[in-house]
């Protein structure tokens, strides 16, 4: 701790005061004055693992020999994520007057605020003054709070206490401040020095192992994307993939600008260097790998995200769109692999929610046909992630009338109704939300499709009705999903209508006849022993 004068001794245990006052040997002194310095990882484990039921396990950490081969960066934002995590718990403790534990609690986050610098300081490279300016605040900063909170342990006064916990406030307040700004100059640091290696590198080493790494900071969160597109990330990289010496990189590349334009900052400045175009011409150029291919179409799915909100800039997409489509239903069919099948299918399922001329380019290409082939093969619709792909595309493309024809002739009603049976192998939480979309789209699919009359005369041939009514009834059948089961009673009144036959009068009487907000509340109390 750095402490100024001999102030610092008003503060220690009375024992400890009359130690200095002794003559000892050089031995002694020294193992006196080792309590005091400021060697992080022994202070850490030393004087900040408190004797404690509560977990602390999860925010230590103690450097070894195993991270020697670690990334660097990634040590740095392990440690600054325990940073953040330390003062939180710290205001968690302060607002219930727990001194002991936060004074204990701030020795640490002071081991972890040195050692991250210390360990930045290592490797870094050209670090701005700016960047050492924070590091002094924040270092000075935390031994200040050491020292308010090593007064609060040795009063019981309250209202001294009272008056120092505003100030033990204000300056974690700060700390925070400060820690929040010098990563950031850290990580803008960081980017900048990868991109450099990017834009000014011709060796293909170099720059596989910068993209490698920015990759990886990627991975971090949508701050990190921000932060590299606002450091000009989807310029650099799109300037790769506009250059043959650098084709082996390509997937690589591209993969990570699918994970940067997931911000609206890489979106923007996709559009800004006519990234649409470069895309366009990879997928369509025959001479490049699937690999390459699939990653394309990966960054396609990413821009094209009905979940993001700032896709209505990409108008150069709609100039683009008919020669991505194609080369992307080109992909579908000719994959081979489950992993290139659902990034096309993806991507195209992506563009369907994106423009409504999609479909009737899908229609055009035979594109029913071509994904109700590729699901018939097991070790290409390998998932329920691929199905969910396929039906999002049936389901957006049944609002044209010539659909109906085209799932006659492929078999797709028998497909619709085995998606009903869509279930999860793993029990996997993912996987299991993916099983209720396929289930929902399939049921809202045949929906859409049962009004014409031969659609919904093969349904009804293939027992689709009593599939729909058992979804109904029991919430297991449908993984307890209330929107697969508002589309399952959609589909069955649509069936009704055209074969009122196929229903028992009970189920007539509480599916098909209510309002269906009156069946939907009926479905959803029923005990699982009515069936």
């Given at each position: 701790?750095?402490?100024?004068?001999?102030?610092?001794?008003?503060?220690?245990?009375?024992?400890?005061?009359?130690?200095?006052?002794?003559?000892?040997?050089?031995?002694?002194?020294?193992?006196?004055?080792?309590?005091?310095?400021?060697?992080?990882?022994?202070?850490?484990?030393?004087?900040?693992?408190?004797?404690?039921?509560?977990?602390?396990?999860?925010?230590?950490?103690?450097?070894?020999?195993?991270?020697?081969?670690?990334?660097?960066?990634?040590?740095?934002?392990?440690?600054?994520?325990?940073?953040?995590?330390?003062?939180?718990?710290?205001?968690?403790?302060?607002?219930?007057?727990?001194?002991?534990?936060?004074?204990?609690?701030?020795?640490?986050?002071?081991?972890?605020?040195?050692?991250?610098?210390?360990?930045?300081?290592?490797?870094?490279?050209?670090?701005?003054?700016?960047?050492?300016?924070?590091?002094?605040?924040?270092?000075?900063?935390?031994?200040?709070?050491?020292?308010?909170?090593?007064?609060?342990?040795?009063?019981?006064?309250?209202?001294?206490?009272?008056?120092?916990?505003?100030?033990?406030?204000?300056?974690?307040?700060?700390?925070?401040?400060?820690?929040?700004?010098?990563?950031?100059?850290?990580?803008?640091?960081?980017?900048?020095?990868?991109?450099?290696?990017?834009?000014?590198?011709?060796?293909?080493?170099?720059?596989?192992?910068?993209?490698?790494?920015?990759?990886?900071?990627?991975?971090?969160?949508?701050?990190?994307?921000?932060?590299?597109?606002?450091?000009?990330?989807?310029?650099?990289?799109?300037?790769?993939?506009?250059?043959?010496?650098?084709?082996?990189?390509?997937?690589?590349?591209?993969?990570?600008?699918?994970?940067?334009?997931?911000?609206?900052?890489?979106?923007?400045?996709?559009?800004?260097?006519?990234?649409?175009?470069?895309?366009?011409?990879?997928?369509?150029?025959?001479?490049?790998?699937?690999?390459?291919?699939?990653?394309?179409?990966?960054?396609?799915?990413?821009?094209?995200?009905?979940?993001?909100?700032?896709?209505?800039?990409?108008?150069?997409?709609?100039?683009?769109?008919?020669?991505?489509?194609?080369?992307?239903?080109?992909?579908?069919?000719?994959?081979?692999?489950?992993?290139?099948?659902?990034?096309?299918?993806?991507?195209?399922?992506?563009?369907?929610?994106?423009?409504?001329?999609?479909?009737?380019?899908?229609?055009?290409?035979?594109?029913?046909?071509?994904?109700?082939?590729?699901?018939?093969?097991?070790?290409?619709?390998?998932?329920?992630?691929?199905?969910?792909?396929?039906?999002?595309?049936?389901?957006?493309?049944?609002?044209?009338?010539?659909c109906a024809s085209e799932i006659i002739q492929g078999n797709g009603v028998q497909l619709l109704m085995e998606m009903l049976f869509e279930r999860s192998s793993s029990g996997n939480s993912a996987e299991v939300a993916a099983c209720e979309r396929v289930q929902q789209k399939s049921a809202v699919t045949l929906a859409r499709l049962s009004r014409d009359p031969e659609v919904a005369d093969a349904a009804v041939k293939l027992s689709c009705i009593p599939r729909l009514i058992k979804l109904c009834r029991s919430p297991t059948e449908r993984h307890n999903s209330d929107s697969v089961?508002?589309?399952?009673?959609?589909?069955?009144?649509?069936?009704?209508?055209?074969?009122?036959?196929?229903?028992?009068?009970?189920?007539?009487?509480?599916?098909?006849?209510?309002?269906?907000?009156?069946?939907?509340?009926?479905?959803?109390?029923?005990?699982?022993?009515?069936?």
């Open positions: 701790m750095a402490f100024k004068g001999e102030d610092h001794l008003d503060s220690l245990p009375l024992p400890v005061q009359r130690m200095h006052l002794i003559q000892v040997d050089s031995v002694q002194r020294w193992m006196e004055d080792l309590k005091l310095m400021t060697d992080c990882e022994c202070m850490c484990i030393l004087q900040s693992k408190p004797i404690s039921i509560e977990k602390d396990e999860q925010n230590e950490l103690i450097l070894s020999s195993q991270y020697s081969t670690c990334d660097n960066l990634q040590l740095l934002l392990k440690r600054a994520w325990i940073i953040s995590t330390e003062l939180t718990r710290i205001a968690q403790k302060l607002e219930k007057n727990r001194w002991q534990r936060v004074h204990s609690m701030t020795v640490r986050v002071n081991c972890h605020v040195r050692s991250m610098i210390n360990e930045y300081n290592t490797f870094t490279r050209n670090s701005s003054e700016e960047m050492h300016q924070f590091e002094k605040l924040l270092i000075d900063k935390c031994s200040e709070f050491i020292t308010f909170t090593e007064r609060c342990i040795q009063t019981e006064d309250e209202q001294i206490l009272k008056s120092m916990k505003s100030c033990i406030n204000e300056t974690l307040t700060t700390i925070a401040q400060y820690f929040g700004q010098l990563i950031e100059l850290v990580l803008t640091h960081e980017a900048q020095n990868l991109l450099r290696q990017i834009e000014l590198s011709d060796s293909v080493y170099v720059t596989e192992s910068a993209i490698s790494s920015l990759f990886s900071l990627t991975q971090e969160g949508a701050h990190l994307c921000r932060i590299i597109a606002k450091e000009g990330g989807v310029v650099a990289l799109f300037k790769i993939c506009r250059q043959d010496c650098f084709r082996c990189l390509y997937p690589q590349t591209l993969r990570t600008l699918a994970s940067i334009c997931c911000v609206e900052e890489g979106m923007h400045q996709l559009e800004k260097v006519d990234g649409i175009l470069c895309l366009a011409d990879i997928l369509t150029d025959n001479t490049h790998s699937e690999a390459t291919h699939a990653e394309a179409a990966a960054v396609i799915a990413q821009i094209t995200s009905p979940h993001l909100t700032f896709t209505q800039h990409l108008s150069s997409f709609l100039e683009n769109m008919e020669e991505i489509v194609t080369a992307l239903v080109k992909l579908c069919q000719e994959a081979s692999s489950g992993e290139v099948f659902l990034l096309a299918s993806a991507a195209l399922a992506n563009i369907t929610f994106f423009d409504t001329m999609a479909c009737e380019i899908l229609l055009q290409l035979n594109a029913m046909k071509i994904l109700l082939a590729a699901c018939s093969d097991k070790h290409i619709v390998d998932t329920p992630y691929s199905r969910d792909q396929v039906v999002t595309i049936l389901a957006n493309m049944s609002v044209l009338d010539q089961l508002v589309a399952c009673l959609a589909a069955l009144r649509r069936l009704a209508a055209m074969s009122p036959d196929g229903l028992e009068d009970s189920d007539f009487q509480q599916l098909v006849k209510p309002r269906l907000v009156d069946s939907f509340l009926l479905c959803t109390n029923m005990e699982e022993s009515f069936v």
